[in-house]
């Protein structure tokens, strides 16, 4: 493979030359002003050009209006997660909100509801397990008409006006059961389900309201559909790995729609079917009844090439995979399809029988960089294992090399995990992997001491891909532990943010581990009030592990920052600088422990919400004296130049616009929104 060597970070450049840089890197800029997508655009940079706000002015950034999801007229029997996050477009913002994902436009200036859309509750909605999951909606125009499209937790694609917030007519067709719009609507399971074997052999009639039968399966929605050259591609997203304890489950397949006029396109099969490409990696006939591979994280698209990226989840279930031998495509990788056929251009498969709950969690970032003189389309993607793998979005060859290396075989009989994974050999990783020596506090000799002790006492460390354990296990383990854990290294709580017009990329993660024990899968039924999907008990599920002491006298044995901004030069694959996510709280920095001594501050564990734009990269998080703040961060050394305190903690992500001639800033917060601007 060709390794290309690297070259010197860009200098400064002017605005116009940014903006053009901008335009070209993400393939689909939006109109001046505005922010079309909740990642800002299909490039899924959460960049904005907008220079109102800056280094000179950030710190005077004032609350101009706060919206709650319960004093909107929807059904607001549930909290809205801070997980949502507006578009605004022609003049108004649009999101979704509270459980059954309501779709509300809000105006920019005051925060006033304009309109809401709400589906009729059914059976889907109920049983789904994201409901409040949505993160907002996708836009697009016909014939100059501006259509919102949304994908509700029961598994509805509806495509509104955007001026009214009423159904299309003639769009789609109509779910014939109690108000649901006589137009507008597409039953997107009807489409899923078609030619698959478990619900064909059924031979029983279709139930819009229920949809499959639970022993079969059940899928739902965490994300907004993508909308590309006049396409629209569905993702997807199932019940919790972790939670599951039947190995039956339905494939998280991709489908797309004719933007128009709602009519079906194509459908990409995420578990490969007899003479499909990655079929023999599904071995002993489990792609038979092994279901998930969904996309529930966002979509990116470049529309110059016709390609849409799909970041995939592990296959039922985490942490077990003894019933689905083989490496398992495509489980856990990053596909480019071509978007108006929906063939599979390039994959890469970024965990192998991924049993580590290690699935793709936030959007493919596309961006162009300069690597040894020459300008590549780039796609990045951010992962719960702390990489961040780096691909030429046309081809699919990596940037720079990813080489095999061995990991742990399984400790569980009836497991064969893969006996190598791909290392990215740049960037290098961005959090911290596995748990070793040199991971522990070492700020006197002593402490450093009590923490070795301490790790080997509680059998602290473990390799990164470290294997599960079951109870009765030879070794006498009561739990392993997988670092980074099921929140990352990166999470869905926060995307990374890049500028294209520098080529660097800001990446927000946390440094925590996963604790678990395996336990019979009849035993961990016994558990669980509500019966998961499937009809197959599986041999081993995750249980809760024993705990381990992890601190000296309150104070964690492992170095910061617990969680942190790294901000990385992708045209050369070096990290230019890390500060830690926000402050640590007035107790860690008073520690006794700590006492005299010069500690750097490890912020706080967990995710900031972040963007870029053209002067200032801005996050949320906390102060020591736990007060939520808004973050203006110099782009270059990562220096704080402003903190705007703010009513309440900012999460998941950032969104700018310009209206009426002012620039805002939105925070999604628990149960709405808070914008910022200047006085």
Not at 107 to 114: H, I, Y
Not at 561 to 579: C, F, K, M, Q, S
Request: with cysteine.
């Amino acid at each position: 493979m060709r390794r290309l060597r690297t070259t010197r970070l860009y200098a400064a450049m002017p605005l116009f030359t940014a903006l053009m840089l901008a335009g070209d890197a993400a393939g689909q800029g939006n109109p001046p002003g505005e922010w079309r997508g909740i990642n800002g655009d299909a490039s899924s940079t959460r960049y904005s050009p907008l220079d109102q706000i800056n280094a000179s002015n950030a710190a005077q950034l004032r609350v101009a209006w706060e919206w709650k999801g319960a004093n909107a007229p929807i059904d607001s029997g549930g909290a809205t997660l801070p997980r949502n996050l507006p578009i605004h477009v022609k003049g108004k913002l649009i999101t979704t909100a509270g459980p059954k994902r309501a779709v509300v436009a809000i105006d920019p200036a005051t925060g006033r509801t304009l309109w809401t859309f709400q589906e009729p509750p059914t059976f889907r909605w109920q049983y789904s397990m994201r409901a409040s999951h949505g993160k907002g909606v996708a836009y697009g125009e016909i014939d100059g008409r501006g259509v919102v499209y949304v994908v509700t937790p029961a598994f509805f694609l509806h495509a509104l006006d955007a001026e009214t917030g009423k159904p299309l007519d003639g769009w789609g067709g109509a779910v014939p059961l109690p108000g649901f719009p006589a137009t507008g609507s597409v039953d997107l399971l009807k489409d899923l389900i078609r030619g698959w074997e478990p619900w064909e052999s059924l031979r029983q009639p279709y139930d819009p309201d229920k949809g499959i039968p639970l022993e079969i399966g059940y899928i739902t929605n965490s994300s907004p559909p993508i909308v590309v050259n006049g396409v629209i591609v569905v993702g997807n997203s199932a019940e919790q790995g972790y939670n599951q304890t039947r190995q039956e489950n339905v494939p998280g397949d991709i489908l797309a729609y004719d933007a128009r006029t709602g009519a079906f396109k194509w459908k990409f099969h995420v578990i490969p079917r007899p003479g499909e490409f990655g079929h023999e990696t599904w071995e002993n006939d489990a792609w038979r009844w092994t279901g998930d591979v969904s996309s529930w994280a966002p979509l990116s698209a470049d529309p110059q090439r016709g390609l849409v990226y799909i970041p995939t989840n592990g296959a039922t279930m985490d942490f077990w995979g003894g019933f689905r031998p083989g490496d398992n495509l495509f489980s856990t990788s990053l596909i480019a399809l071509d978007v108006q056929t929906g063939r599979r251009v390039w994959h890469y498969q970024l965990v192998r029988h991924d049993i580590w709950n290690y699935d793709t969690p936030v959007a493919p970032v596309l961006m162009d960089v300069t690597v040894n003189g020459r300008r590549i389309p780039g796609v990045f993607q951010a992962t719960k294992q702390a990489w961040l793998y780096s691909f030429n979005r046309e081809t699919g060859e990596p940037i720079w090399p990813i080489v095999d290396r061995p990991v742990p075989p399984s400790r569980i009989p009836g497991e064969k995990l893969a006996a190598t994974q791909p290392f990215p050999t740049k960037p290098a990783p961005y959090d911290l992997q596995g748990r070793d020596e040199s991971h522990l506090i070492d700020y006197t000799p002593q402490l450093k001491q009590r923490a070795l002790e301490l790790a080997k006492a509680n059998d602290l460390f473990s390799p990164l891909f470290n294997p599960p354990v079951h109870r009765g296990n030879p070794e006498g383990k009561t739990r392993f532990a997988y670092c980074p854990g099921d929140v990352g290294g990166v999470n869905i709580t926060g995307p990374p943010a890049a500028d294209p017009a520098t080529g660097i990329i800001y990446i927000t993660s946390t440094s925590g581990c996963g604790n678990r024990l395996m336990i019979p899968g009849v035993e961990k039924e016994r558990e669980v009030e509500a019966k998961p999907t499937g009809k197959t008990i599986v041999a081993w599920a995750p249980g809760r592990a024993s705990g381990a002491q992890s601190t000296l006298d309150g104070l964690s044995i492992w170095k910061g920052p617990y969680g942190r901004i790294t901000a990385i030069d992708l045209n050369t694959g070096e990290h230019l600088w890390v500060i830690p996510n926000g402050e640590a709280p007035l107790s860690q920095r008073n520690h006794p422990l700590l006492q005299g001594l010069n500690v750097p501050d490890p912020g706080r564990a967990g995710h900031a919400a972040m963007m870029v734009t053209s002067t200032l990269l801005f996050a949320t998080g906390l102060t020591a004296d736990n007060t939520p703040h808004l973050f203006a961060i110099d782009k270059r050394t990562g220096r704080r130049v402003a903190a705007i305190p703010t009513p309440s903690r900012g999460e998941y992500g950032l969104m700018t616009y310009l209206h009426g001639g002012k620039q805002y800033i939105v925070i999604p917060v628990t149960g709405g929104y808070t914008a910022l601007a200047l006085p």
